[in-house]
């Protein structure tokens, strides 16, 4: 997760990887026009960014206005500042930093800043909320995006998701073949991760991407490690533990953390409120 599959700046020249697509379309024909109509879109690069280092997007709660300032998610091992400790919480850090805003082709749409990180951590889940100085409708009014809903449910086991990075401007298609109860990678651990499908063949720079449910085309994750070479929990090479304390490796396959935690600890104005009532993500 770290040094070399998910995280840094590696050149694309050493892993390239060809991009896997989204959904498939259906075969002209196979279906009548109402149930194309009904069908899921493949989810496009509209609300993703690119930072220096990994990936992310522009997402809103449920409780979101369009006066409120932005929220940009991706990993807490992301942080320009350094992976932050096991059992540390960041809340309201000023920070300078910019993102690129990618068009529904994976074009660049232009750039947002911000200048506050609302909340980090690497405790029990692996995300940043970075707090952007443009409103979610000063972005669509400058670049026609729209930000990505954050599901405020739990994800569905065995449901088609999708990892969109904006860092490499590509889509991983796959489901999400479980939950882990416990993912430990170094000093870090997780829990409930979302397991993936082994066609989902993330690589360095995914980090914090978006994993979207197909169906809704919401949020339910942001996309944060894999094991890279069969190792037993150390660094970019996570190990799952089950309740009984078995644990399992699994070369090759990947995984992200849930995100529908979040939501109940974002108040109104979208603002970090870890006193709300339902909000369970790590406190300083």
Known sequence: MRKKPLIGTCAAAFFGAVALTGLAT???GAVGADAQAKAPKAPTFEGTVALSNCSGSVVKMPNSKPEDKALVMSNGHCLEEGMPGAGEVIVDKPTNRDFTLLKADGSDAGKISSDKIAYATMTDTDVSLYEATSTYK???DKYGLKALELDAEHPTKGNKITVVSGYWKETYSCAAEDFVHELKEGDWTWKDSIRYTADCKIKGGTSGSPVVDDASGKVVGV?????ESGEECTENNPCEVDENGKTTVREGIGYGQQTYLIAPCV????????GREGCVLPKP
């Open 267 to 274: 108040a109104e104005g979208n603002k970090i409120d870890l």
């Open 26 to 28: 259906s075969p002209a």
């Open 223 to 227: 996309n944060n490690t894999m094991n």
């Open 138 to 140: 000063e972005i669509e």
